[in-house]
């Protein structure tokens, strides 16, 4: 599976970029669904730590505590977003994610602040012909390495984000 965004969505501005507009890292990642927007965003509205979890693909997650396993069905609970929400984030034990912009079928913005480092997240759904374009941009300012987080931060972000795709892929064909 491509998870290398296209060249058009690395230029194009996306909502959330003006959260951390000096920026020194940006990683961006896309791939493909074969399911509309529709039904795709209601498993991003319920991604994350203490809600639906991240999903892997089965083979990893049956190497993991039954716990730690992320959600393979719709939680219903978990559906109901708004912007002022706070959620937790995997970044460390008080790390956290504001919810800024929540535009069901297609936008979701988070922000966070970890010591001096500030970042964004968005993840930004579009329809195509065979199902739906997911875009992921992760901005961050304050780094203090920055080779560090744009190297190894940015081989454990296409590890995770390719995951996160098959593991959508699984629980989209169920």
């Known amino acids: ?24 890292v ?3 990642r896309g791939f493909d669904l074969p399911a509309p927007p529709a039904d795709v965003w209601p498993w991003f509205a319920q991604l994350g730590r203490n809600r639906a979890g991240w999903y892997l693909p089965r083979a990893v997650e049956c190497l993991m505590p ?14 109901h ?3 002022g929400d706070i959620i937790d984030d995997w970044g460390g034990r008080d790390a956290t994610f504001e919810i800024v912009t929540h535009d069901p ?36 300012a304050g780094v203090r390495r920055r ?8 081989f454990v972000d296409l590890v995770t984000v390719a995951g996160l795709a098959v593991g959508l892929r699984e629980r989209l064909a169920q």
């Open 1 to 24: 599976m491509r998870i290398r965004p296209h060249p058009e969505e690395v230029a194009a501005d996306l909502p959330g970029d003006d959260l951390v507009p000096d920026a020194e």
């Open 26 to 28: 940006v990683m961006d």
């Open 66 to 79: 039954p716990r730690t396993r992320a959600l393979r069905h719709l939680e219903e609970s978990l559906q």
């Open 81 to 83: 977003l708004s912007p």
């Open 105 to 140: 079928p297609g936008t979701l913005v988070h922000r966070s602040t970890r010591g001096a480092m500030h970042l964004s997240w968005a993840i930004t759904l579009r329809p195509t012909a065979d199902g739906t374009r997911v875009h992921l941009r992760l901005r961050l």
């Open 147 to 154: 080779r560090l987080a744009e190297y190894g931060g940015g």
